[in-house]
């Protein structure tokens, strides 16, 4: 029997109020859901606040570097693919500094199951905008307001192939439990993104606006096909934000298409008749 | 036949890229070794497919040569640049072969007349098959056996198609006739001198490169990732080509960032890992390095190097990243760099730069440069495989634990904490980038921070007590007035030049450091004495390896023999220069 108490590590730091909170404990809710106690999967904290999460929920973890928590990830997941991995990360940490890690983990259809804060500021390093920002916001970087356009993840992810996309609000907290457990649940690429206020540095994107432009996916939306499925993950262009899964489809992942991966990497006996590799340099 | 002895004989091939020297060559490096003599070859080519000028040449002798050697003794020209490039290393006997359709050499040497062209023609053969006639008859002008190059080509094409074999087969043959017809009188008994009976499992002929892939398999590495940059890429494509047989993973990830973070994440997980790249692909690392640092996490770094800065000269060689691989990460944190001179070298020290990266927890980098990862060599059978069934050592690893709760990163008299393979029930950990407690929760504690930095530096203490080697003495060392110092690939064309120096009557030693980061102090200085001349060798512009030995144990070396053209020493090179400096110093006449 795994409970919250299990999962709960020290108590967080993050400012009141902050959209962290009810992100923690939707992962801690999921966790039990699914019967996973720490020891039995691996979490890949990235940096920022969101990654502050690693002395919070407690997990066999990487704390990891800037934006490369998936690119370990991809690598924990082939050495040892039986421990299900999760991706704690903020968008500045996969839209932005890790951006290409995203996008060549969405080819590969790694199984592993990123979360991505979307605040649209960069929280830890005082508020300058991220990648996900809307044009014209005034930040400490962008003092007359960005100039570039966001970075739209949704249609990004379903365009490269990853398997699984959703949206999720931090301010609902059992659709946001719901969606992780599905994402841990699919077996490939599954990347959340979870519009998450930062009650300190974003005065645009707040919990009012997201309630105010956001909309339930029903089940007239089907995620299986790739073209609704488009369309939908570009609403966020309009600015309306689509919740739910948008775009579900099982195909094989990375490591089940590697024939030796029979058995977790780890455990597989080591190979001692190599000297046949030399016939072909005599 | 001429009765001359020419050993060691350097054979040479040059062509526009895209003729295939490379195949012709690595023929020829086979055959002679198949007839009983070892080879070293090494390949100059331009960071082009088409359109640039490539050449091999391919020393042969009967015991391990160890450099090339700058008299050429038979050169295949495939076209007149060849020629033109290389006529300052002929002498008098020298062999040039030639189509007098295409060009007709200006030379003094021993010209052969070899109508490529026309037997291409008579053959209706493909035009990239010119190179097998130029074998077939270089296997003649060396006195070689034909059935060798018949089995190396069936070997080589007779899977894909007969009919391409046998096309082949055909033009090396009237290559091979051509010359026992024209040329019997120049023929050079070179290929025929080699050891008899030759054993039937005979030495494998491979790169630097190639032995590192052999030894990351042997040593039980799981997972391998990488970026193409060359002269390192050859190494992903012999892993990836091997994953049947190895079972390994071999990831070719998106950039060098995303490889080493994928590595670093498969060695968080209990596999051993390693990457393998070129500087700028290693300057990509480099922040990565200085996590697996704080913590704690084996990795096996390849660093194979070619002339700098930025894209620098892609395909060519050059010691220019000592100083940046020792010095690689921010922050203060043990690394271990181990730098194999040789082909035997590097199969010893990878094997034992995975131990010891299990073992230390931390960076263990081998540094190579195009000289060492793209030369051939006969490599002794026997060794290699004993070598490949060694016995691995993972140190601390472990896979339960009775520590409850565990401290990953707990303090211990060696610095090195037992590391826990993730899996095992009731316990967790993380491998944090941030500073932490020994559990491995972050903290910006003074006193915690203190106890481990304290505890990741007590590792190199360990390393320099318990693994540490000091440099191979080479020579006689109370003797000898001139020493060498050195480090890497230049050991090779040092031995060689060592050899020219005694038969001029100079005596000489050989300082060969293969374990240069970190340097013990203590051990290292009664290497050094007032009353002999030190000379420091490398192929890079500032002496670097000099400017480590100052730092690490205070030693100053002031004569230099330093070379930065892209292209490795020859031992004559070495040799004059030598010649030079005990001329102009008293003391040593």
Redesign the interface.
């Known amino acids: 029997m795994v409970t919250a108490q299990d999962l709960t ?2 108590q967080p730091t993050w400012c009141s109020g902050c959209g962290n909170w009810s992100i923690g404990r939707a992962i801690i809710n999921s966790l039990v859901e699914q019967k996973l ?4 999967l ?1 979490v ?2 990235d ?1 920022g606040c969101s990654g ?1 999460m ?2 919070f929920v ?8 800037h934006g ?1 928590s998936i ?10 693919h ?2 299900p991995v999760l991706v704690v990360a903020g968008d500045g940490a996969i839209y932005g500094e890790g951006g ?2 995203f ?2 983990a969405c080819r590969g259809n790694h199984d592993i199951t990123v979360l991505v804060h979307d605040n649209s500021v960069y929280g830890l390093t005082t508020g300058q905008v991220s990648p996900r920002a809307q044009k014209g916001h005034k930040s400490k970087s962008t003092p007359t307001g960005i100039i570039e356009t966001p970075v739209y993840p949704l249609p990004l992810a379903i365009t490269q192939g990853a398997t699984f996309v959703a949206q999720a609000f931090a301010g609902n907290l059992p659709e946001l439990s719901k969606l992780i457990t599905a994402g841990m649940k699919h077996t490939g690429f599954s990347m959340i993104n979870i519009l998450q206020p930062c009650v300190t540095f974003n005065k645009i994107n707040t919990f009012q606006y997201y309630l105010k432009h956001q909309y339930q996916l029903d089940s007239s939306h089907d995620p299986a096909d790739y073209q609704q499925a488009l369309e939908v993950a570009n609403k966020p262009k309009e600015e309306k934000f689509p919740i739910g899964i948008i775009y579900q489809v099982d195909k094989p992942s990375y490591h089940e298409q ?4 029979n058995q977790p ?2 455990n ?1 006996p ?3 008749n ?5 016939t072909q ?2 | 036949m001429t009765n001359q002895a020419t050993l060691p004989f350097l054979w040479k091939i040059g062509a526009p890229a895209g003729q295939g020297v490379m195949v012709t060559s690595l023929a020829m490096s ?1 055959i002679a ?2 007839s009983g003599l070892d080879i070293f070859d090494y390949s100059e080519y331009p960071s082009l497919i088409q359109g640039g000028h490539n050449t091999v040449e391919v020393l042969i002798n009967l015991d391990q040569p160890t450099a090339s050697k700058q008299l050429i003794d038979c050169l295949v020209c495939l076209d007149e640049k060849t020629f033109l490039h290389h006529q300052h290393r002929f002498h008098k006997d020298t062999l040039v072969v030639f189509d007098p359709k295409q060009f007709e050499p200006k030379t003094k040497s021993t010209k052969i007349a070899l109508p490529l062209q026309e037997i291409l023609v008579d053959l209706k053969a493909d035009r990239i098959m010119l190179n097998m006639i130029a074998l077939g008859a270089s296997v003649a002008l060396l006195d070689g056996e034909i059935k060798l190059v018949h089995q190396m080509i069936t070997d080589q094409f007779g899977k894909k198609s007969a009919a391409v074999a046998n096309k082949n087969i055909e033009c090396a043959q009237a290559g091979f006739d051509y010359v026992w017809q024209q040329y019997q009188e120049l023929v050079k008994p070179v290929l025929s001198r080699g050891k008899k009976p030759v054993p039937t ?6 790169t630097g490169n ?1 032995v590192f892939s ?1 030894s990351a ?2 040593a ?1 590495c ?2 391998f ?1 990488a970026y193409p940059m060359t002269p390192a890429s050859s190494i992903l494509g012999s892993l990836a080509g ?8 071999v ?1 070719h ?3 060098e ?2 490889v080493i ?11 051993r ?1 390693a990457v393998a790249t070129s500087g700028g692909g290693f300057a990509l690392m480099v ?2 390095i200085s ?1 697996a640092g704080i ?1 704690e996490l084996p990795i096996v770094v390849f660093l194979s190097q070619r002339p700098g800065p930025a894209t620098g000269m892609p395909t060519w060689t050059e010691q220019g990243d000592l100083l940046f691989a020792c010095h690689a990460g921010h922050g203060e944190f043990p690394k271990i760099v181990l730098a194999p001179g040789d082909h035997k070298e590097m199969l010893d020290l990878t094997l034992k730069a995975f131990d010891l990266a299990d073992q230390y927890q931390t960076p263990v980098i081998v540094m190579s440069d195009k000289f060492l990862s793209e030369s051939h060599r006969s ?1 002794d ?1 026997l060794t ?2 004993k070598a ?2 060694m016995k ?1 050592d993972r140190g601390k690893t472990i896979t339960s634990t009775n520590q409850k709760p565990y401290l990953r990163y707990t303090n211990t008299s060696d610095g090195i904490s037992p590391r826990l ?14 500073e932490h407690f020994a559990d491995s ?2 903290t910006e504690d003074a006193a915690a921070r203190i106890v481990q930095v304290d505890k990741r530096t007590k590792k190199q203490t360990t390393y320099l007590k318990k693994d540490f080697h000091l440099p191979q003495v080479i020579g006689d060392l109370e003797q000898a007035k001139i020493v060498f110092v050195s480090w890497g690939g230049n050991k090779g064309p040092i031995e060689a030049a060592r050899n020219l120096l005694a038969a001029k009557k100079i005596n000489s030693a050989f300082l060969h450091f293969t374990h240069v980061f970190p340097l013990d102090e203590q051990k290292i200085r009664p290497l050094f004495k007032a009353d002999k001349q030190y000379l420091l060798v490398e192929n890079n512009a500032t002496g670097q390896f000099g400017q480590l030995l100052r730092q690490q144990t205070g030693v100053t070396i002031e004569e230099k023999i330093l070379k930065y053209d892209g292209r490795p020493f020859y031992p004559e090179e070495i040799a004059a220069a030598v010649t030079t400096i005990v001329k102009n110093t008293k003391h040593l006449k």
């Open positions: 590590g020290y106690d720490p020891s039995s691996v890949l904290f940096i502050n690693n002395d407690n997990a066999y973890a990487m704390h990891t570097l490369r690119a370990n990830a991809v690598g924990v997941k082939l050495a040892n039986q421990l290409n890690h996008l060549h590697i024939p030796a991966l990497l780890i597989q080591h190979r001692e190599l000297v046949n590799l030399l340099f005599q | 086979k070794t198949r499992l005979s030495s494998p002929v491979m190639e052999f398999a042997a039980d799981r997972f990732a091997w994953q049947s047989q190895t079972g390994m993973v990831r990830a998106e950039d960032i995303g973070n994928e590595a670093l994440g498969a060695s968080f997980s209990g596999a890992a922040e990565s996590y913590a490599v059978y290699i495989k490949s069934q691995i393979i993730p899996g095992q029930p009731g316990i967790f950990y993380q491998a944090n980038s941030y929760h972050t």
